[in-house]
């Protein structure tokens, strides 16, 4: 089962900051959260991924609320190539911490409008 | 950049016949996963492996087999391949858990059953 929730989509003027919010309020104090984003008919690109501090690279920024219970991906000024269905996703350690694996769930199209 | 390359990006198969899906990987990465794609649905995980010859059952392994005899290659087995398998597949790489590295998928190959 996913251990995320999303909008399922939202809208963005072109320029505008997009804010995608997300949901893992399950989340256990060592999974991190990872963001990914996939255009249609390509694999899931990576963006951004946090444990419980704020995270900035050059794609987006990504927030953490302090009790890890929600998140939320920031594209500063979104562009027409930003539309893609945007995924939250936990990665939860398995096997005693040996390996991991990332649970998705169905994602937020954003559409970045003109 | 890390590279995930499948070998085949579109495949038509008949009901019945046993389907090699193959990835490959360049950097050197532990773990591999395979995972599928349904509209709806979102990602969901058929199996992963953490190390050479080592595989797990994912959430939905039913009716799929995996082989990783080489660090850099894992392959997606279909038995016998059946109409329900219709179905974008996706291979993605990581680091071990020790890695900050984020998950690098490959562009995927759309299978279809007929």
């Known amino acids: 089962d996913a251990k995320t929730t999303q909008p399922t989509s939202m809208d963005c003027a072109e320029g505008r900051a997009a804010n995608l919010p997300c949901n893992h309020s399950?989340?256990?104090?060592?999974?991190?959260v990872y963001w990914y984003r996939q255009i249609h008919s390509q694999g899931p690109q990576y963006i951004i991924h946090g444990l419980k501090n704020n995270e900035t690279n050059e794609m987006a920024s990504l927030i953490i609320t302090e009790d890890r219970k929600s998140s939320t991906l920031i594209l500063p000024h979104a562009t027409l190539r930003d539309t893609a269905v945007y995924y939250c996703?936990?990665?939860?350690?398995?096997?005693?911490?040996?390996?991991?694996?990332?649970?998705f769930g169905t994602g937020t199209l954003l559409a970045v409008q003109p | 950049d890390v590279k995930v390359t499948q070998s085949s990006r579109y495949l038509v198969k008949r009901t019945g016949e046993k389907v090699f899906l193959e990835c490959v990987q360049d950097m050197d990465h532990e773990n591999m996963f395979w995972y599928r794609q349904d509209p709806g649905l979102g990602l969901r995980l058929i199996y992963f492996s953490y190390d050479v010859k080592m595989k797990e059952k994912g959430d939905i392994p039913e009716g799929y087999s995996v082989s990783r005899e080489k660090k850099e290659r894992f392959s997606l087995i279909l038995e016998s391949a059946s109409t329900n398998q219709t179905s974008m597949y996706l291979c993605?790489?990581?680091?071990?858990?020790?890695?900050?590295?984020?998950?690098?998928f490959g562009s995927g190959t759309r299978l279809t059953v007929v």
């Open positions: 399950t989340i256990s104090g060592n999974e991190y």
């Open positions: 993605a790489s990581s680091p071990s858990s020790k890695g900050r590295g984020g998950y690098t």
């Open positions: 996703i936990v990665r939860v350690p398995t096997y005693g911490g040996a390996t991991n694996k990332l649970i």
